[in-house]
C-alpha cells in the first residue's frame, strides 16, 4: 500500500525537478492526443518544441517566441506575487483590456500631434487602467470579505463586453468605414511600440518583463514586504502576530499584478496587436496563471516558464499550419500542462512511502 | 424603445429556461462544497458537458441520451479534480482553475465538427390540465423536462442533506474532517462521491444551454455561466432551496436584459450584456457584507486538504 508521508518541509531537489517531470509527462500525455486525433505524435511533439527553435523556418518564429513571452512573464510576475500570499487574482484577462484601453485612449487623444511624453503617459495610464480594475476586487475584499476570486473573474467578462464598446462606439477609427476598431496605433509614431531591433521581436513590453523579474526578484528576497508575501501566504497565523497588516497586502498584491497585467496589455495594443478590436484579448491573463505555476511563482522560474509557454503557443501555430493540428488541441495542451504540475507537486510536500497491509 | 413589445408572459415563460443552466450546475457545487471543497472548475465541467451532450443529442438524435452523455463527462473530468485534490493533496483553487482551463481547450478541440449545426428541439410537456391555465399555465407548466427535473434534484438534495444519514455524514466531513475521519467515516471517498455528483450537475447544465436553450455549439459557450453558478452558491448561503431562488432572480433578469436589447432599447448592447456579471458581483457583496451571515453558513473545512496523519 502506498502511503504519503508530509516532509517537514518542501523538497528542495523536487522543487525543481518537478516543473520538469511535469512538462515531460505533459509531452507524453499531448503525444497521446495527438495520436488520438490521427496525427503522428513524434512528429507535432518535434514541429512544437523543437522547430520553432532550431527547424528551418526558426529564424521567423525566434522573433515571435519573445512577442509571446513578453506578456505572459510580464502578468505572471505579478499575478506570483499575489498567489504566494494566498491572494487570488484571477482576473488579469480583464486587466490587460483595461490597461489596453486606457492606453490606447490616452495615445489616441493626441492623435495626430507627435510629441515625446505621447508614450510615456500611454504607459502610466496602462499600468492605471490595470490598477484600478484590480483595485476592484481588492477594495471589496477588504471592505466586504467579498471573495476575489470570482469578483476579479467576473470582472473578465464585464471588460470583454467593455472592449467591444470601446471598439465599436468611442474608440472606433472615425475615418474607418469597414470593419469596428481604433486607429491603427503601428501607424502613430508617437504612440506605437515597435521592435527595437528587427526580427528579434524585443519591445518595450518585453524589455518592461524583464525588468519586472529583476524588481521582483530583489522584491522577494531584499524586502520586507517580499518577506511579508512570503510569511502571509505560509502561515497566516503567524503573519498576523508577525505585525502584517493583511489590508495593505491584499491591496498591494492586487494593485500590482493589476498594473503589469495593464501594463502588459498596454505594450501589446500599441505593438504586436496595433489597435483595440473585439478580438484584442487572447487568453494570456489565463495562460499566465500557468506560467506563474509552472515558473514555481519565482521570478527566475516565471522568465523561464514564461518562454516555455510562449514556445507552445507559436509551435502550436507550427503545428496548425503543417500539420493541421486545432488551435484548441494547444490550449487543452496548456491545461493538462497544469494539471500535471499541481499533480506531481505532491513528490516535494510528501515522501512516498511503501507500507505492508494492516501494519498501523 | 418600446417596453409594450415585450411580451411579459413569454418574458417570465423564458425565466425557468434561461434559469435551469446555472440552477443544476450551482446545486451541484452546493453539495460539493457541503462536503468541504471547493470545485472552481464548474466552467470547465459546464462546456464539457455542453459539447459531450451536444455532440451525443446530434448523432443519437436522442435529447435524453445527450443529457445522460453530458452528466457522465462531467463526472468524469471532474475525477481528474478529484484526484489531485484528494490524493495527490494539490491545491483546490489552482486544482479548479486547471479544470476549467482544461476544459475550455478540451471541449473546443472535440467540437470543431459540431460548429455551425443545427441540435434537435427538445420537445415541451404539456401537463394536462394545469398547463391550459391562462397565464400561470404558460409561464409554469409548458416546459421541457430537464426545467422539472432541475428543481426535483432541488428538492432531493435538501431532503437528503436535511434528513438522512447520508446528508449527515456529507455535512460532518464538511464541518470537521477530522472528526468525521475519527468516527470512521471515508472522508476522501465520500469528497469523490460529492466531486462526481457536482460534476454530473454542472455537466446536465451545461448540455442544458446547448441541447435546449442556444440549441448550437460554439466555442466557449458556457461563457461565464459556471462562475456565476460558483457566485450563487454564497449567494445561497448553501442552502438548496435558496439556490432556486436565487437561479430565478438571476435568470429573469438575465431574460429582461435580453428584451431590453431586443426591444431596442437606448443602451449598448454591450452595457446590457455586461449586467448579468456586474449584478452577480453585487449580490456576493452584499451577501458577504456583515460578516454575520455569509461566512457563518460557509462549511468549516472548505477549500482544506484532508490528509490522514495516522
Known amino acids: 500500500m502506498i502511503r504519503l508521508e508530509k516532509r517537514p518541509t518542501p523538497s528542495r531537489a523536487w522543487t525543481y525537478a518537478t516543473p520538469v517531470l511535469a512538462v515531460a509527462l505533459t509531452m507524453l500525455a499531448g ?139 468611442a474608440l472606433r477609427n472615425p475615418d474607418a468605414t469597414g470593419f469596428p476598431g481604433s486607429r491603427n496605433l503601428q501607424q502613430y509614431p508617437a504612440a506605437s511600440n515597435p521592435e527595437i531591433w528587427a526580427g528579434t521581436g524585443i519591445h518595450m513590453g518585453v524589455v518592461a518583463a524583464l525588468i519586472a523579474v529583476i524588481f521582483a ?54 505593438g504586436p496587436a496595433g489597435q483595440i478590436a473585439i478580438s484584442f484579448n487572447s487568453g494570456y491573463g489565463f495562460t499566465a496563471i500557468i506560467v506563474a505555476f509552472l515558473g514555481r511563482l519565482h521570478p527566475i522560474g516565471i522568465l523561464l516558464a514564461g518562454l516555455l509557454m510562449a514556445l507552445t503557443y507559436i509551435g502550436g501555430e507550427a503545428a496548425q499550419a503543417t500539420l493541421q493540428i486545432p488551435a484548441a488541441a494547444i490550449q487543452a495542451f496548456q491545461g493538462m500542462l497544469l494539471f500535471f504540475l499541481l499533480g506531481v507537486d505532491v513528490l516535494s510536500n510528501y515522501r512516498i512511502r511503501l507500507v505492508k497491509e494492516g501494519v498501523a | 424603445m418600446n417596453l ?13 429556461v434561461a434559469s435551469t443552466p446555472i440552477l443544476l450546475a450551482a446545486i451541484g ?25 451536444f455532440a451525443i443529442s446530434v ?62 428541439s427538445a420537445p415541451n410537456i404539456h401537463i394536462p390540465v394545469i398547463s391550459d391555465i391562462p397565464i400561470i399555465g404558460p409561464v409554469l407548466f409548458q416546459h421541457d423536462l430537464m426545467v422539472y427535473v432541475s428543481i426535483l434534484l432541488i428538492a432531493a438534495t435538501w431532503a437528503t442533506l436535511k434528513y438522512t444519514r447520508a446528508g449527515l455524514i456529507l455535512r460532518a466531513v464538511g464541518e470537521n474532517h477530522e472528526a468525521a475521519h475519527a468516527l470512521g467515516y471515508k472522508v476522501i471517498r465520500i469528497r469523490l462521491t460529492a466531486i462526481a455528483f457536482g460534476g454530473a450537475c454542472a455537466g446536465l447544465g451545461g448540455a442544458y444551454l446547448s441541447i435546449v436553450r442556444v440549441p448550437q455549439w460554439t466555442e466557449g459557450l458556457t461563457a461565464g455561466a459556471g ?18 431562488i436565487g437561479a430565478y432572480i438571476f435568470g429573469g433578469l438575465t431574460v429582461l ?54
Open chain 1, 217 to 270: 526578484y530583489i522584491l522577494l528576497s531584499r524586502h520586507l514586504m517580499g518577506f511579508h508575501i512570503q510569511l502571509a501566504g505560509q502561515s497566516p497565523k503567524a503573519a498576523r502576530f508577525g505585525g502584517v497588516n493583511p489590508t495593505a497586502l491584499v491591496v498591494f498584491c492586487m494593485g500590482l499584478s493589476g498594473a503589469l497585467a495593464g501594463l502588459a496589455g498596454m505594450f501589446e495594443v500599441t
Open chain 2, 29 to 53: 457545487e452546493l453539495v460539493v462544497e457541503r462536503a468541504g471543497v471547493l470545485n472552481l472548475g464548474v466552467e470547465g465541467m459546464m462546456i464539457t458537458g455542453a459539447i459531450c451532450g
Open chain 2, 4 to 16: 409594450d413589445s415585450i411580451n411579459w408572459i413569454l418574458l417570465l415563460a423564458s425565466l425557468m
Open chain 1, 31 to 169: 503525444g497521446l492526443m495527438f495520436a488520438a486525433l490521427g496525427k503522428n505524435p513524434f512528429l507535432a511533439i518535434k514541429t512544437i518544441f523543437y522547430d520553432p527553435i532550431l527547424g528551418e523556418f526558426a529564424f521567423y518564429y525566434r522573433g515571435q517566441l519573445l512577442v509571446k513571452a513578453g506578456p505572459l512573464i510580464l502578468i505572471a510576475v505579478g499575478l506570483a506575487m499575489g498567489f504566494k500570499a494566498g491572494i487570488w487574482n484571477i482576473g488579469a484577462e480583464g486587466q490587460y483590456i483595461m490597461g489596453a484601453i486606457f492606453g490606447a485612449a490616452v495615445g489616441l487623444a493626441f492623435y495626430p500631434a507627435e510629441h515625446w511624453y505621447i508614450f510615456p503617459l500611454m504607459v502610466i495610464a496602462g499600468a492605471i487602467g490595470g490598477l484600478l480594475w484590480a483595485m476592484i476586487p481588492a477594495l471589496l475584499k477588504v471592505k466586504f470579505n467579498t471573495n476575489e476570486i470570482l469578483v476579479s473573474l467576473l470582472l473578465v467578462y464585464v471588460a470583454e463586453q467593455l472592449l467591444a464598446a470601446m471598439a465599436l462606439g
Open chain 2, 227 to 244: 462562475w456565476i453558478a460558483l457566485a450563487l452558491v454564497v449567494f445561497a448561503s448553501w442552502k438548496p432551496w435558496r439556490v432556486l
Open chain 2, 257 to 310: 436584459q435580453l428584451n431590453l436589447q431586443a426591444a431596442g432599447f437606448k443602451i449598448p448592447v454591450e452595457y446590457l450584456s455586461m449586467s448579468p456579471y456586474l449584478i452577480t458581483i453585487l449580490v456576493l457583496v452584499v451577501m458577504s457584507s456583515g460578516r454575520s451571515r455569509a461566512a457563518l453558513n460557509a462549511p468549516a473545512e472548505l477549500g482544506r486538504s484532508f490528509h490522514a496523519s495516522s
Open chain 2, 59 to 120: 448523432e443519437t438524435q436522442s435529447a435524453t441520451l445527450g443529457f445522460i452523455a453530458a452528466a457522465i463527462a462531467g463526472a468524469a473530468i471532474s475525477m481528474l479534480f478529484g484526484l489531485l485534490t484528494q490524493y495527490l493533496l494539490s491545491n483546490q483553487v489552482a486544482t479548479g482553475l486547471a479544470l476549467t482551463l482544461f476544459g475550455l481547450g478540451f471541449s473546443a478541440l472535440i467540437g470543431q465538427g459540431y460548429i455551425g449545426i443545427k441540435g434537435l
